[in-house]
């Protein structure tokens, strides 16, 4: 796979999600922030503005970003919230639609958010009930959001519970993705997002896989790669949103390795100094094809592969990995049957046949779950 050449540095990538009614373009490309405040100010000529974003992103990008508003005549309400997993929360909701409703935002207004996967799902959710709906757009921060949670309308917040089992789908109206801003990234929070890259391959696509194998750290570093692997993701996703839209179908092929990964989150209670999403998510990975494996669906040999790759780039593969423990076979088994993809009891994953031949396998035993996952948590650092 090579790079084409209209997607060459300095240039600009636009990628169309194709919904009736609500179709949007996520614009992908380095030091867009000026231009998305151009964009905004074409969309909505005359509205109100509030900026949501964290404390952290506040300090590294939003006075920029607010000047470049200004610039376009559009002056926006800030609402600042703490970083961090624990902000997707009932609590943080009511604040968040509280302070909108104080800056006067109404439903031809807009709510900007700017920061990663928390601060676009808490935002998109907010705005999906605010006043029953007010347009939305998204600038993620984040590797992991321009690749994932900003695009396709999913938001929400988190229950005590699961994971995410709160929300509504609620389309932006536009997407930025300003490769330039993942420059800030920690390697950690940057690599952790990368999961979510590599991710597409393994779906559907081997060649991108294989180009991943290659290029991953061109694309951490921020060649023209980055951008080629973010418009590559979000062309995969828009796709499939386009497709199934509500994950009636074939859109759940893009919780590959979340069934696990929500379960190892909610059982280190979304402590982020333990184990970030991404991180959950690579484990993941390697969990659906070796389990796949143990089923007698895919080869040891692209088992292996998925995890050797993982474990190049820096993430974990393995259960003994999360700090302070992953729990046990039961605990896991437990926190899962909570998952979103439970239907009716049934565990629903997405297993594979090999790379690029991931499927939707629904009513999956939860004792043959348990079995593979004590086998998992044997093996504890060594050799497999």
């Not at 964009?39 to 506040?58: E, M, S």
């Amino acid at each position: 796979m090579t790079i084409p050449a209209h997607e060459n540095p300095g240039g600009r990538i636009i990628v169309p999600v194709a919904l009736e009614g609500r179709s949007y373009d996520i614009h992908i490309g380095r030091h867009q922030l000026c231009e998305a405040a151009a964009l905004i100010a074409r969309l909505a000529p005359g509205a109100k503005a509030a900026l949501v974003t964290d404390a952290h992103v506040a300090a590294l990008h939003a006075p920029a970003f607010e000047a470049c508003l200004h610039q376009e005549g559009i002056a926006a309400t800030r609402i600042v919230i703490p970083p961090g997993e624990a902000s997707k929360s009932y609590a943080r909701l009511i604040e968040l639609c509280d302070a909108l409703l104080a800056a006067k935002i109404e439903r031809q207004d807009l709510v900007i958010a700017l920061g990663g996967g928390v601060v676009g799902d808490l935002t998109g959710f907010a705005a999906a009930v605010l006043r029953r709906g007010v347009r939305f757009i998204q600038i993620p921060t984040s590797l992991l959001a321009q690749v994932d949670s900003s695009v396709g309308g999913k938001t929400g917040i988190n229950s005590t519970h699961g994971k995410n089992l709160i929300g509504a789908f609620h389309q932006p109206a536009l997407v930025i993705a300003d490769t330039a801003l993942l420059d800030t990234l920690s390697e950690r929070e940057f690599k952790a997002g990368y999961a979510e890259v590599v991710k597409y391959g393994l779906i559907d696509d081997a060649g991108f896989f294989d180009w991943c194998e290659i290029n991953w750290s061109r694309i951490i570093t921020g060649g023209p790669e980055r951008d080629h692997a973010v418009a590559v993701a979000c062309r995969a996703k828009a796709a499939i949103v386009a497709r199934d839209e509500r994950e009636e179908g074939d859109r759940a092929l893009l919780n590959l390795g979340h069934t696990f990964a929500h379960a190892l989150e909610r059982l280190t209670n979304y402590d982020s100094t333990r184990l970030v999403h991404g991180e959950a998510v690579a484990i993941g990975l390697a969990l659906a094809f070796r389990f796949s494996q143990r089923l007698g669906l895919c080869s040891g040999q692209d088992a292996v592969r998925v995890a050797r790759h993982l474990d190049h780039v820096g993430l974990p593969s393995r259960l003994h990995q999360v700090p302070g423990g992953a729990g046990s076979a039961d605990e896991i088994v437990a926190a899962m049957a909570q998952d979103k993809k439970v239907k009716r009891g049934a565990m629903t994953f997405i297993l594979a046949h090999g790379i690029g031949k991931s499927f939707i396998a629904p009513g999956v035993a939860a004792a043959e779950v348990k079995a593979f996952i004590e086998t998992e948590l044997s093996v504890n650092g060594k050799a497999a």
